[in-house]
């Protein structure tokens, strides 16, 4: 027993820097923390990556995420911004390249009910259950 504690003990201790190490020793994207210099192409892209989630982070979105693919994202949105391209036309590419997680607001498909329908589904469930406590209680 007293084996086993140790062994897993070390293992802890060898796990415990690995976040540390995820980012790679490469310099950040360019424009992944530098703001474009036309303020109305850096307001649109502020925006948009307000709405795009994090690869790695899932609850960050990249505007957020300290995460190095969120640096490589805001660089790629505001390189595209910079070339002219919509907020749209970029959200667009984001879905196509990372899939329709990515959007903090996925559009309504085949693939995206249960994520629409989950959340009704779920309230009524609980105003049921409520409704039938609520009676018992009442006898």
Known sequence: ???ALAL?????L???PAPAMADSA???AALADT????PKQEAQAAALMETLRCVVCQGQSIADSDAEIAGDMRAMVRERIQRG?????IRGWMIERYGEWISYDPPLSGRTALLWIAPIVLLGAGVWLARGRFRRRAR
């Open 1 to 3: 027993m007293r084996r």
């Open 8 to 12: 897993m003990s070390l293992l802890l």
């Open 14 to 16: 060898m796990l415990a």
């Open 26 to 28: 490469m310099p950040a």
């Open 35 to 38: 703001q474009l210099a036309d």
């Open 85 to 89: 391209e919509t907020p749209d036309q």
